[in-house]
């Protein structure tokens, strides 16, 4: 049997999902770096022929990839807000779900470090949003609408809205950074998790240090 004949066949637009899939696993498996378009093509089992029909090259795959991950770490958030009692006061349910949404983007970094390093490495092929947002848009919106909804509880003053969404995601982004690749990465798990605890308790607590309770 020739080489051609145990290629995969995939019905026209299945084959670039497929190496976006192969892509994810080349992240998981390595990070950014790992995603090359030949070794998508090779797990995908199909030629790099065929996989240049669907990319570019390997910066147009890991900009696709890029955007997967960064689905998927506003998914892991959202799935965590899925699960936060809505029963008792408006502002314990408004900052019960803001700590549940920073501890999911921790809990992603630490579980898919390679498709968090992909989810926020910049690409030759990526362009600048239509709306002038940001690399990370969806779950910097998720923040902010939590962000909003401190205020909208009381549980936080409106003056001190502006920017606070920036603020809180850089916060959370950092801790996440230095959990990995930083200086926190060689604490043990429990020292790793007070600091994480500490930052996320900074946050919540400096939002709301002039609200009110409702």
Not at 62 to 86: C, G, I, N, S, T
Not at 150 to 156: C, P
Not at 169 to 197: C, I, K, S, T, Y
Request: proline share 4%.
């Amino acid at each position: 049997m020739s080489s051609s004949e145990n290629r995969t066949s995939y019905h026209h637009g299945n084959l670039a999902n497929a190496l976006e899939e192969a892509g994810i696993g080349l992240a998981r498996a390595g990070g950014p770096d790992a995603v090359a378009l030949r070794e998508a093509a090779r797990r995908a089992g199909v030629s790099a022929t065929a996989a240049y029909r669907h990319f570019a090259g390997q910066q147009d795959l890991l900009e696709r990839v890029k955007q997967r991950a960064l689905a998927m770490l506003a998914d892991q958030m959202r799935a965590a807000l899925v699960k936060v009692p809505q029963v008792g006061e408006p502002g314990d349910i408004a900052i019960a779900r803001l700590y549940a949404a920073c501890w999911a983007y921790l809990g992603f970094a630490r579980d898919e470090p390679g498709c968090f390093a992909t989810a926020f490495r910049r690409t030759k092929a990526e362009a600048p949003p239509d709306d002038g947002g940001m690399v990370g848009d969806d779950a910097f919106r998720l923040l902010g609408s939590l962000v909003d909804a401190l205020v909208d509880t009381g549980r936080m003053a409106e003056e001190d809205r502006p920017g606070a969404d920036l603020a809180t995601w850089a916060a959370v982004h950092g801790v996440a950074v230095l959990l990995l690749d930083g200086p926190l990465r060689h604490l043990p798990a429990a020292a790793q998790n007070a600091a994480a605890e500490r930052t996320l308790d900074t946050i919540v607590n400096g939002l709301t240090r002039r609200g009110r309770a409702v």
